[in-house]
């Protein structure tokens, strides 16, 4: 049984395809979530190519870095390895994790921009965008931006305008808001660059950090200031007994809230390749939220007026658990809560637990006949039947299975009410659904998510995205 599980997980394991390239900057030692969030990305590592992990400034660590922080998980992540690599492949060796920790220079903002302002880590920014990878360089920002502010400054004032580009379209960013004045002058400076940002900051101006998209993740009560999930799943006493207490040296690491849970976490999540995320298309939605691209109009809060497109806020409409509906940029990422937070306990439990049957593990997805976590695309003429079957899917551990397939109403084009009555829609909770295309006068898409739900323990969710066009010219 144990051979075929780990054979399962070998089909499906992140070495048989790309994985996205990370740089991550973080003002570690601020606040206590940059530490946290550090913990759970070191438990994603074999599902992430990591190519830099650099120590910044911000608004809230103005003149110093702490890459100590970082080196100090890293080690406890060297300790539980072994642990890993009995559950899923693919765990970057330590010491190679090592050598990403780089230094961006102590100075705020754009005051350390410029001449003479070169550090080991806007050097190791240029030397990771400039390698023989076709792959985009995803920034994931906990911090200030100026690190990548400055790579961008030397690129510009070094290369051809065609040189500087190239550089510029392989990044995408995604910041935690703008904690210093950096990100602004980057997005008007280099208008092509992908940016993903709930325009804003903290400081001074009355706070603007409710506003954004990323307090989703656990800002109920502090911040965010919104209510509909499950607040127990991000507080301490949940984290205390899932993550912290008797469950290894990394952890150990993850400090107790003291604002909220995790709030860089949303910019590396939606890179994670878990079957519902996809990076290029922020519109889509998945774990770190669902973006769309326009010039955000002016706010108070804004260090300067947005001149140009940028990904930034939008909303779903998600049931609570009080049974009420919400609308906000919030529950685009609060939607996927128990989902990502079961995630993330049974990884940590992948890190204290040497044998396999002592840890569980998510469902393997097929769904007509497609084992990758790629979005599955189909066409079809109105009134077409479709059908999307994942029968074929499995779980490592035997665990048995529920299944939810419905359409994500806000990622898709065609216009569909709360209750799809656009679609021959039937519940919805079975392996396999059978409906008719619904009728359209142009092309347009559907996107439909499936969340498959092991009984174990926690309960883990894998998740398919179907991407169907109803093309009245087929």
């Not at 550090?119 to 911090?143: A, F, K, L, Q, T």
């Not at 994500?408 to 396999?432: Q, S, V």
Request: proline share 8%; glycine share 8%; aromatic share 10%.
């Amino acid at each position: 049984m144990r051979t075929l599980a780990l054979l399962l997980l070998v089909l499906l394991s992140p070495s048989v395809f790309a994985k996205p390239r990370l740089l991550v900057l973080t003002d570690i030692t601020n606040e206590p979530d940059d530490e946290q969030s550090m913990v759970r990305l070191l438990c994603y590592t074999n599902e992430l190519q990591v190519e830099g992990l650099i120590a910044t400034t911000s608004c809230w660590l103005r003149n110093r870095t702490a890459p100590e922080k970082i080196v100090e998980r890293i080690e406890a992540y060297r300790k539980v390895r072994e642990n890993f690599l009995v559950h899923a492949e693919g765990w970057p060796e330590a010491d190679a994790l090592l050598k990403l920790v780089k230094r961006g220079v102590p100075r705020f903002g754009m005051e350390g921009v410029g001449e003479g302002h070169d550090s080991p880590g806007s050097e190791h920014i240029i030397s990771v965008v400039d390698r023989d990878d076709p792959g985009p360089v995803y920034v994931s920002v906990w911090g200030g931006a100026n690190c990548l502010a400055q790579a961008l400054w030397k690129v510009r004032h070094t290369r051809s305008a065609d040189e500087l580009a190239q550089f510029v379209k392989k990044l995408r960013v995604y910041t935690i808001s703008d904690q210093d004045d950096a990100g602004p002058w980057m997005r008007n400076t280099f208008p092509e660059l992908f940016y993903i940002v709930s325009p804003g900051h903290e400081e001074g101006q009355g706070g603007s950090y409710h506003y954004a998209t990323w307090v989703g993740i656990s800002g109920d009560k502090y911040h965010g200031r919104f209510r509909g999930p499950d607040f127990s799943l991000v507080d301490n006493p949940w984290l205390d007994q899932h993550i912290r207490r008797n469950h290894g040296p990394l952890g150990s690491l993850h400090p107790h809230t003291k604002y909220l849970m995790e709030g860089d976490t949303p910019s590396f999540f939606w890179v994670i390749p878990n079957g519902l995320n996809e990076p290029e298309h922020p519109d889509w939605g998945g774990w770190g939220g669902r973006y769309e691209l326009y010039t955000a109009p002016p706010k108070r809060y804004y260090h300067e007026p947005e001149t140009r497109p940028i990904w930034t806020n939008t909303v779903d409409e998600v049931k609570g658990i009080d049974g009420r509906w919400y609308t906000s940029n919030h529950a685009t990422i609060w939607r996927w809560r128990e989902g990502y937070q079961h995630d993330f306990a049974a990884r940590i439990d992948w890190s204290n637990s040497p044998a396999f049957k002592d840890a569980n593990h998510p469902p393997s997805v097929i769904v007509n006949g497609d084992h990758s976590r790629k979005p599955i695309h189909l066409a079809a003429a109105p009134g077409q039947e479709i059908r999307l079957d994942a029968s074929g899917t499995s779980d490592p551990d035997h665990d048995q299975l529920s299944y939810h397939w419905y359409p994500y109403r806000e990622a898709g084009t065609f216009p569909l009410t709360i209750h799809y009555r656009n679609l021959d829609w039937k519940d919805g909770r079975g392996p396999a659904v059978t409906f008719r295309a619904p009728r359209s006068d142009s092309a347009r898409t559907i996107h439909f998510i499936l969340e498959v739900t092991d009984d174990g323990s926690p309960r883990l969710t894998s998740y398919r995205r179907v991407i169907l066009t109803i093309d009245p010219l087929r």
